[in-house]
């Protein structure tokens, strides 16, 4: 069974803001009609896309607790404990997500000759680790 979504184009594609002007929902020239370019989308196997939605799914629920845990007036060492088991828990997200995409999309532009993706990973990496 394969997880699908209805797609609906952006705002940005959407607007009547001309070809040159940039996309409101993320910095990048449009370059087409309607459907600008400027979202990029990646198909996920059925067991990436279910851990992943897990995981988010665990932090969702962490993040919750904090919540309550400040509603609550709990100590403050305590939330501080479990804010940082979040970070800890979205890192892991990150590094899942990561090695998918190295493996996947990097490996196989990288093999289709579209050497631009290093720079791609390389600037994502950058503004990832401020």
Not at 58 to 75: H, K, L, P, S, T
Not at 108 to 130: A, F
């Amino acid at each position: 069974m394969e997880h699908t979504e209805e797609k609906e184009l952006h705002a940005c594609c959407k607007s009547s803001a001309t070809d040159t002007e940039a996309c409101t929902d993320c910095t990048e020239e449009k370059t087409e009609e309607k459907c600008c370019g400027c979202h990029k989308t990646k198909h996920r196997s059925d067991e990436e896309y279910k851990k992943l939605i897990h995981r988010l799914n665990r932090i969702e629920g962490q993040i919750r607790g904090i919540r309550g845990m400040v509603e609550n007036d709990a100590y403050c060492p305590d939330i501080v404990m479990q804010v940082s088991a979040v970070t800890n828990a979205l890192n892991s997200f990150n590094k899942l997500l990561l090695a998918a995409h190295i493996r996947g999309c990097v490996t196989e532009d990288i093999r289709e000759g579209k050497e631009d993706k290093v720079d791609e990973l390389c600037s994502m990496l950058q503004k990832v680790m401020k």
